[in-house]
C-alpha cells in the first residue's frame, strides 16, 4: 500500500459561479465569479456602497444570489436549510463593522459568549481566553471604556474563540487589525476581509471584481 501520497490541492471553501444579487432594483452584484482557497489571505477594496458588505454577506449565508451559485464547504446555498446554516457558521468568524457587546459583561465575558451560545464553556479556560485577549493588544474589563478600534480587536476575540475555518472582517480601517489577520494568515487560517483604505494592502497581487458600475479590487496573497 502507497502511503505518503500527495493528497492534491484542497477543495475551495467558498465559491461563487456567476454570482449576482440585487436589493430594491438597485444590481450590487454581478456575474461574480470566484475561488476562496483554505490557508489563503484575501483582502477586497472598494469604495462605500460598491456591495463589499453584502459580498460578506453572501459567503457567510445571510445573502442568497438572486442568480449564479454561491458553494459554502462544498454545499451550494441554496440546498443548505437553518441547520445547515448555524452548523457552517459555526465554522466561520466575523468581525462586523460595527461590533456589539453586552453591556453588562466585561470584555473577556463577551469574547467568550460564543462558547455559552453553542454550550462550550468548557473549551477553553481562563488562561486561553486571557491569552487570546493579549494576543490582539486587549485587558479584560468594561467594553463601554473600549475605542472603535478596540472594540473591533475585542469582535476579531470573540471570532476566534470558537476556533474557526474561516475568518471574515468588514470593513478594515487600520494597519494593527490588517497586521492581525496577516498573522492568522500566515499560520494557514483562512482570512476574507474587505476595506475601503486604498492603503492597504497594496503589495499584494490583485484580480478586479465588477460589482455593477464600480469596481472591488480583490487582493489575494498565501504568505
Same mark, same amino acid.
Given at each position: ?8 490541492? =484542497? ?18 452584484? *454581478? ?12 483582502? +477586497? ?6 456591495? =463589499? ?22 454545499? *451550494? ?39 455559552? !451560545?453553542?454550550?462550550?464553556? /468548557? ?10 485577549? &493579549? ?30 475555518? +474561516?475568518?471574515?472582517?468588514? &470593513? ?26 486604498? /492603503? ?8 478586479? !471584481?465588477? +460589482?455593477? =458600475? =464600480? ?9
Amino acid at each position: 500500500m502507497q502511503t505518503g501520497a500527495d493528497p492534491g490541492p =484542497k477543495p475551495p471553501v467558498i465559491e461563487f459561479d456567476c454570482v449576482a444579487f440585487g436589493h430594491n432594483d438597485t444590481l450590487l452584484l *454581478t456575474d461574480v465569479t470566484f475561488s476562496f482557497s483554505s490557508g489563503r489571505f484575501y483582502l +477586497i477594496h472598494g469604495p462605500a456602497g460598491a456591495g =463589499k458588505t453584502t459580498f460578506l454577506r453572501l459567503c457567510y449565508l445571510d445573502l442568497q444570489p438572486a442568480s449564479g451559485v454561491a458553494t459554502i464547504f462544498g454545499q *451550494t446555498s441554496h440546498d443548505i436549510d437553518r441547520d445547515g446554516k448555524a452548523r457552517s457558521r459555526r465554522r466561520m468568524g466575523i468581525v462586523e463593522q460595527s461590533p456589539q457587546f453586552l453591556p453588562n459583561l466585561s470584555v473577556q465575558q463577551n469574547v467568550a459568549l460564543p462558547l455559552r !451560545l453553542t454550550e462550550q464553556a /468548557g473549551a477553553r479556560d481562563e488562561a486561553d481566553l486571557r491569552e487570546l485577549l &493579549d494576543w490582539v493588544g486587549l485587558e479584560d474589563g468594561a467594553c463601554g471604556l473600549l475605542n472603535a478600534e478596540a472594540r473591533r480587536r475585542a469582535a476579531l476575540a470573540r471570532a476566534l474563540v470558537l476556533s474557526p475555518d +474561516i475568518v471574515l472582517a468588514d &470593513d478594515i480601517t487600520g494597519d494593527d487589525l490588517l497586521s492581525l489577520l496577516e498573522q492568522l494568515s500566515r499560520s494557514g487560517q483562512t482570512v476574507i476581509a474587505t476595506t475601503s483604505d486604498p /492603503g492597504l494592502g497594496q503589495t499584494v497581487e490583485a484580480t478586479h !471584481l465588477e +460589482i455593477a =458600475k =464600480k469596481t472591488l479590487r480583490l487582493c489575494e496573497s498565501d504568505e
